[in-house]
């Protein structure tokens, strides 16, 4: 992959730094700044309480889900054989 220098005002320069992640380079923090939403953004939104509160609705819905899926498909093999 080819590169570009690019200059920046000092400013610019210490708010990108600031934002950087240990683990990546600059390039790295750039883009992740300039590109869309990352999972990794939601990192601290929700309290523990309301993750579980979250998670337990989505199993629910998966169960509501795969239950209505189930009674599709019994219907539908009941009037194969009919």
Same mark, same amino acid.
């Given at each position: 992959?080819?590169t570009k220098s690019?200059?920046? $005002? %000092?400013?610019?320069y210490?708010?990108?730094?600031s934002?950087?992640?240990p *683990?990546e380079t600059?390039s790295?923090a +750039? !883009?992740?700044?300039?590109g869309?939403?990352?999972l990794?953004?939601?990192?601290g939104l929700l309290? $523990? %309480?309301e993750a579980?509160?979250?998670r337990e609705?989505?199993?629910e819905? *998966?169960?509501?889900?795969i239950?209505? +899926? !189930?009674?599709?498909?019994d ?8």
């Amino acid at each position: 992959m080819s590169t570009k220098s690019v200059r920046l $005002d %000092e400013d610019v320069y210490e708010r990108i730094k600031s934002k950087k992640r240990p *683990d990546e380079t600059f390039s790295e923090a +750039i !883009d992740r700044l300039t590109g869309g939403a990352s999972l990794l953004d939601l990192v601290g939104l929700l309290s $523990d %309480e309301e993750a579980a509160a979250f998670r337990e609705a989505i199993d629910e819905t *998966d169960e509501d889900a795969i239950n209505e +899926i !189930d009674t599709v498909i019994d219907q539908f093999e009941g009037g194969r054989d009919s």
